[in-house]
């Protein structure tokens, strides 16, 4: 994959337009990227231990594929990849043959794959920021596959009656999950809303700022404060200290946190047991 399939992509230069050996060869790339790419499909009827086994291998294998696409140095993996159906989508729709067809189709695939592959175990050391969502269009744009995919899905049912669902599916699995209102916004739209997020970001550190200097310490804090509560039966409880004055149930809150639970003494727990005795007698043996 790395040392072979995608040196002989990217050696493949803008220039060498007319060079059919080397458009067969990026061909013949393209037939093996795509079954190594493909997505797994598990069904429980027909799977092994060897399918739990090794399917979760296959798939770190897969991400290492998507790494080295996305990051390869000559950067043209991707539009060089596009390039390999030019010539069959300038066919005119009606002198198109079912190789053309498939061609197309074959790009089209890849670039589903390539779109449906994801991180499968995130951890603090490798996040799968390489090869995430932002990553994978951030290439697509940069390399012109974008523009692609805008000429193809705009022709569907005109020019391209068979690529209809592969194109679907490579946006579905490139914009799933994203806000449609934010994906259509326009340019004032976008910055008027910029400005409103703004907005609503100051007023949340507004609010943080004045709840953190509502408990913070002030000059009058070296004083002391008692509070007490007095019962009906005359006796008080007292809370010491400024936090018992920050809310309304802070005091209270203080208060059942100082309490300590007083084990009985033993003539209270004589007195009990004399009760429990006297409610609920021995029962007589009458046979």
């Not at 890849?110 to 991180?119: D, Q, S, V, Y």
């Not at 969502?133 to 940069?142: H, V």
């Not at 005109?158 to 449609?180: G, P």
């Not at 007490?228 to 200290?241: A, L």
């Amino acid at each position: 994959m790395k040392g072979d399939l995608l040196e002989i992509l990217g050696r493949w230069k803008e220039d060498e337009l007319e060079d059919r050996i080397k458009q067969r060869l990026a061909l013949g790339c393209v037939e093996l990227l795509v079954p190594l790419t493909w997505p797994f499909e598990r069904y429980n009827e027909q799977s092994t231990i060897n399918h739990h086994r090794h399917i979760p291998v296959l798939r770190f294998a897969q991400a290492a594929y998507k790494k080295a696409i996305l990051q390869h140095p000559s950067k043209r993996i991707l539009s060089n990849i596009v390039r390999i159906a030019l010539p069959s989508i300038a066919v005119p729709p009606e002198e198109r043959t079912a190789r053309d067809e498939g061609i197309i189709k074959l790009v089209l695939y890849f670039f589903r794959n390539l779109a449906m592959i994801e991180h499968p175990m995130i951890t603090e050391t490798d996040t799968g920021e390489e090869i995430s969502r932002s990553a994978t269009i951030g290439a697509l744009k940069e390399q012109n596959v974008l523009h692609f995919l805008l000429f193809i899905s705009s022709k569907v049912g005109n020019e391209f009656n068979t690529q209809d669902t592969v194109t679907m599916e490579v946006i579905y699995h490139l914009v799933k999950s994203v806000d449609i209102e934010k994906m259509f916004l326009t340019d004032d739209q976008e910055s008027q809303k910029q400005s409103q997020d703004l907005t609503t970001l100051l007023k949340l550190e507004d609010e943080m700022k004045r709840a953190s200097i509502r408990g913070a310490s002030t000059r009058h804090s070296r004083f002391g404060t008692t509070v007490w509560i007095e019962r009906s039966d005359k006796t008080r409880s007292f809370v010491s200290g400024q936090g018992a004055l920050l809310g309304k149930s802070t005091g209270l809150d203080k208060m059942d946190a100082s309490k300590k639970w007083k084990k009985p003494s033993g003539a209270d727990t004589k007195g009990i047991s004399r009760k429990v005795c006297y409610i609920f007698p021995p029962l007589l043996d009458y046979n």
